[in-house]
């Protein structure tokens, strides 16, 4: 039986630290004064606490401290705020005995301060506070010393009194209460004393407390608070907490302390926070106590200097239990918030009296039996710890026949189903019965084959054998048979594993096969048969990224998760290894780079522990959550720290001389959306002064050249602020959310004129509030619609101007074009006066005259015909600035049969004309190559003296351009001109000079490009053989400059 266990139960508050976790708050968040008193939370989130130096207010980041505009006598309420109390409309009441009654105003974040509110001046004798009962959010009810009670009305801005001070000495109102079902009924204490003041009688009678034992004995109050049932309770100095029933006008008193002497210095509570009906939380003179009607007083919560997150030292004064669950305590060290989701993580730890000089006991296993877990150490043996209560009891072990076990180093604990606890020791191995404590040895033989069997690692395999890993292998033993195998440096062939080095992680896949790690090697792969042994290193596997694997599991999908050192966790199939699915998370997935240990919970999840803290993978997804001490945890850095979970879901951390313990599924809740507030803002580096706050009116106008716009914003977040982010935009400027921390700020540069919307809210949270700050940029004059739409009218004007002005020039240069024109004309006539001049005409008529004085009349028939042809062909192109080649070509052969007939057919004529198309539809100017012609007849060919005169002209057009050749075998430009010097008249010739200032008007007005090139024909000699003419005009297709 356990009863006839030799066992010793030590005292707790000797050995143990089994303590609730707290976030502590201070300096280090800008308090700089932390002798804290009252706390409160408004409306909007924001926690509100009292200090030596003013009130504070705290957004789960920062303190701020609110101090009054202007100077008040004794620099209140930076000195001391008394009283605080909270309107229903969220307005912060303070009493202060130097400043008087103060109202702060939400919407401005201003102090109002007494004479804003009464008109009045402060007396030096009349001095407000502590006791401060908000009525409504326009009546105040104050104590003032040796004045009695007064009644503040908000909007008559006067006091009222309604209660005269008492005959007493020093007539002092600590504390006023509102009753609950009779809301003219007030409680009150008073100098020393418990009343009842009725407003609707004004009727003030003392109340006998019948439970002390000296009911004319003065008692002091620290605090007062009512439950549904109508009972008033009462915290006090030196007498408990005390419940008074009004109906039976009947008290009891609790005390804590109730060692004698029961003096003043013992038994002091200040606040109270009801968690429910029958249980508080009171702060006392020395911590936290938890207190329900029937049990009592529960343990004491005070400070441990040896745990960071212990309850903050000195005097409780002020207690808050928020609507989230969340206990914040006001102390004389700071402020401590003990959370919900805080405190999922249970920890029990081995105190300085199991200390070795400074060797603290290492936790090595845990075991779960029923509501208690059965702890091994390394240096004191085995404990049973109470989860509940936090009590432990030290097992003296004994072996079957009573001797005591002398060696309490235990190095591993496990146990296979419902069968015996298996103990791995410094004396050996055992099996302790859970039901009659008793133990005796297993596995001598086994031990004295292969060593002292250090376990690092266990696994229960089948029939009664068990898998252990240990530094320097791995070893497959059954205990009943004590027989066994080791797969290590100097185990046969099949089994042995060379650098076989801390076989920590052991772990069974679906096909059978037993996977162990290797450090420092890889890890290492045992088939169902046992045999042969497969090691697997990076060298021979790819997808291995490291030989350094500490730890190693398999989940329910067959996925083998390896924790490795430097590469984070690495999963990859465990039939096919290397497959697909192998990937490694790391720091990109928020997972640690080291990872010591690894465990599968029932879920199917994967809990990883590092230097860098807890993680949990989803089994399904991958996603990667990190624990850390913003969650609860006393200590984030785990190294190779066992992680297991029992039969109940609980999982345990055995981590140094600490046992953790938690619930995964408490890890869960989810969070609570927060508000965001808008701190404020700053325009070109100024920050924006303002009679009201963002919030309070959010509408920002600022100027045009005001346009770089800094908005600073935080979550009201008091705890898990860590898991918070927040995401903000402007509309107007873009949609897209960007994402920022629990407190950050958003820069916008450059902002046009115009109206835009400020967004912030937390990001990835449904439902989630959002906070919104409206922005104008006015524009300036130059920005304006009036300013635009006189611009336009401006420019309209100007391009009427413009167009005017264009309209002007366009006749003008049509005038000019007519001028050309007109010049085209004259230079035309004159090139046909040139062409036709008198003298050829007189040389046409005297060869007829000839031909018929010859009697030739035929030949001079066909001259005359030939002539007027020719005239009246002239005379109709001369009207046209353009026609075709056809008759631009007729007329040319007709004049140059006119020459060869005066000249008595001295030359022959040799034409060739090649075009694309119908040389009606060529277009070309008229009387172009008559100059060209003439000039090739006349200064050419009549002076040939010797040989046969030939003229050649070839016309050709392709694709827009018209080539025109007028070739000739006279005697050569050069001799021509020698000749025409020794004339005796000189008539100059203006034929091709005039052409030539045709063709350059009409490339100016019609675009034509038009080229002439002569050519002086030679032979080898140098000898003159004749001129070459080409003219190329190249055409704009269509042209008709007609």
Wanted: a negative charge; hydrophobic letters at 40%.
């Amino acid at each position: 039986m356990r009863g006839s266990i030799p066992a010793v139960l030590l005292s707790l508050s000797l050995c143990t630290a089994h303590g609730q976790f707290f976030t502590n708050y201070g300096a280090q968040e800008g308090l700089t004064n932390q002798d804290l008193g009252s706390v409160v939370r408004d409306p909007q989130g924001f926690l509100w606490v009292t200090s030596q130096e003013g009130t504070w207010r705290f957004d789960g980041e920062r303190f701020r401290r609110f101090d009054l505009d202007r100077p008040v006598k004794g620099g209140a309420p930076r000195d001391i705020a008394e009283g605080l109390a909270q309107a229903p409309d969220g307005t912060i009441w303070i009493a202060s005995m130097h400043a008087g009654l103060l109202r702060f105003d939400p919407a401005t974040e201003h102090w109002v301060s007494w004479t804003e509110m009464t008109g009045d001046t402060l007396a030096d004798e009349f001095m407000i506070g502590p006791a401060i009962c908000v009525l409504s959010n326009d009546s105040i009810l104050v104590g003032a010393v040796n004045r009695g009670i007064f009644l503040y009305l908000v909007r008559e801005r006067r006091m009222q009194r309604v209660v005269a001070p008492l005959p007493v000495r020093l007539f002092h109102t600590s504390h006023i209460l509102r009753d609950r079902s009779h809301l003219r009924r007030f409680w009150i204490s008073a100098s020393g004393a418990f009343y009842a003041y009725d407003l609707g009688s004004d009727s003030l009678q003392r109340v006998r407390l019948n439970d002390s034992d000296d009911p004319d004995q003065g008692i002091s109050v620290n605090f007062l608070a009512q439950r549904s049932d109508g009972a008033v309770w009462l915290s006090t100095w030196g007498d408990g907490l005390i419940r008074y029933d009004p109906g039976t006008d009947s008290s009891r008193c609790w005390l804590f302390d109730t060692i004698p002497p029961l003096t003043g210095a013992k038994n002091v509570e200040f606040a109270m926070a009801a968690m429910n009906e029958d249980e508080f939380w009171v702060g006392t003179h020395r911590g936290l106590r938890r207190f329900s009607q029937q049990n009592g007083f529960g343990p004491l919560i005070d400070h441990d200097p040896e745990d960071a997150n212990s309850l903050t030292g000195g005097w409780v004064k002020g207690v808050l239990l928020d609507q989230e669950g969340n206990l914040w305590c006001a102390t004389q060290s700071g402020l401590s918030c003990m959370a919900p989701g805080q405190n999922r993580f249970h920890s029990f730890t081995f105190g300085k009296a199991y200390y070795r000089g400074d060797q603290q006991p290492g936790i090595q296993a845990t075991l779960e039996l029923g509501d208690r877990f059965l702890v091994a150490t390394d240096d004191l043996g085995l404990f049973l710890i109470d989860r509940e209560h936090g009590r432990e009891e030290h097992l003296q072990l004994h072996d079957a026949k009573g001797k005591k076990i002398t060696d309490p180093h235990v190095i591993d604990m496990f146990r296979c189903g419902e069968g015996p606890i298996e103990l791995r020791t410094g004396a050996g191995a055992f099996l302790l019965d859970p039901e009659s404590w008793r133990i005796r040895p297993v596995l001598q033989r086994t031990i004295a084959r292969f060593g002292q069997l250090d376990m690092l690692g266990s696994l229960c395999d089948t029939a009664g054998w068990v898998w252990t890993g240990a530094p320097f292998g791995l070893y497959h033993t059954n205990s009943d048979k004590d027989t066994g195998y080791a797969y290590d440096r100097n185990a046969p062939p099949g089994y042995r594993v060379d650098r076989a080095r801390w076989a920590q992680g052991i772990a069974r896949d679906r096909s059978g096969h037993t996977w162990f790690s290797v450090n420092e090697t890889g890890i290492g792969r045992v088939p169902p048969k046992g045999s042969p042994v497969e090691v697997m290193t990076p060298a021979g596997c790819a997808w291995l990224p490291t030989p350094n694997v500490w730890d190693l599991t398999v989940d329910p999908n067959n996925r083998l998760w390896l924790g490795t050192r430097g590469y984070g966790l690495v999963t990859t199939p465990a039939d096919d290894p290397g497959g697909p699915g192998t990937r490694s998370l790391s720091t990109s997935e928020g997972m640690g780079t080291s990872i010591g240990t690894v465990m599968t919970d029932h879920a199917g999840d994967i809990w990883a522990a590092g230097p860098s803290g807890l993680y949990r993978v989803n089994g399904d997804d991958m996603r990667v959550k990190r624990f850390r001490t913003d969650d609860g945890l006393r200590s984030a850095a785990f190294l190779h720290d066992k992680i297991t979970q029992h039969a109940s879901g609980l999982i345990t951390i055995e981590h140094h001389n600490t046992l953790l313990w938690f619930h995964p599924d408490s890890l869960d809740e989810p969070l609570t959306a927060p508000r965001v507030w808008i701190d404020g803002a700053s325009v070109n580096g100024l920050p924006v002064t303002r009679d009201s706050t963002l919030n309070a009116a959010p509408h920002l106008r600022l100027p045009h050249d005001s346009n770089y716009v800094d908005i600073h914003f935080s979550a009201i977040a008091l705890t898990q602020r860590h898991r918070i982010t927040l995401e903000y935009r402007l509309i107007g400027n873009s949609e897209r959310w960007v994402s920022t921390a629990a407190s950050g700020s958003a820069i916008f540069t450059a902002l046009p004129p115009g109206d835009y919307t400020f967004e912030v809210r937390a990001a990835d949270m449904a439902e989630a509030p959002v906070t919104r700050l409206a922005l104008t940029i006015i524009p300036a004059f130059w920005q304006t619609a009036w300013f635009k739409a006189l611009i336009g009218l401006l420019v309209i004007a100007e391009l009427m101007i413009a167009v005017r002005w264009r309209l002007r020039n366009v006749r003008r240069e049509e005038r000019l074009r007519s001028d050309f024109e007109r010049r085209i004309g004259e230079v035309e006539m004159s090139a046909l006066r040139a062409q036709m001049n008198p003298h050829f005409l007189f040389n046409s008529l005297n060869s007829i005259n000839r031909y018929i004085v010859k009697h030739e009349p035929r030949i001079a028939s066909e001259y005359l015909t030939k002539f007027s042809r020719l005239m009246r062909s002239v005379l109709n192109n001369s009207k046209e600035k353009l026609v075709p080649l056809k008759d631009e070509l007729e007329a040319l052969t007709l004049y140059i049969d006119l020459e060869a007939l005066r000249f008595t057919n001295k030359f022959d004529l040799r034409s060739q004309v090649e075009v694309d198309r119908d040389p009606a539809l060529i277009m070309v100017p008229p009387l172009m190559l008559q100059p060209f012609v003439e000039n090739a007849i006349w200064h050419g060919l009549m002076q040939k003296k010797e040989g046969e005169a030939v003229l050649s002209l070839h016309v050709s057009h392709q694709q827009g351009v018209l080539r025109c050749t007028i070739e000739d075998n006279g005697i050569g430009r050069a001799q021509a001109a020698a000749i025409r010097s020794l004339s005796a008249i000189q008539r100059p010739s203006y034929g091709t000079r005039i052409t030539q200032e045709r063709l350059d008007l009409l490339k100016r007005l019609y675009g034509m490009e038009v080229q002439v090139v002569y050519t002086d024909l030679m032979d080898a000699a140098q000898r003159p053989l004749g001129t070459r003419v080409t003219l190329t005009i190249q055409q704009q297709e269509p042209w008709n400059p007609n």
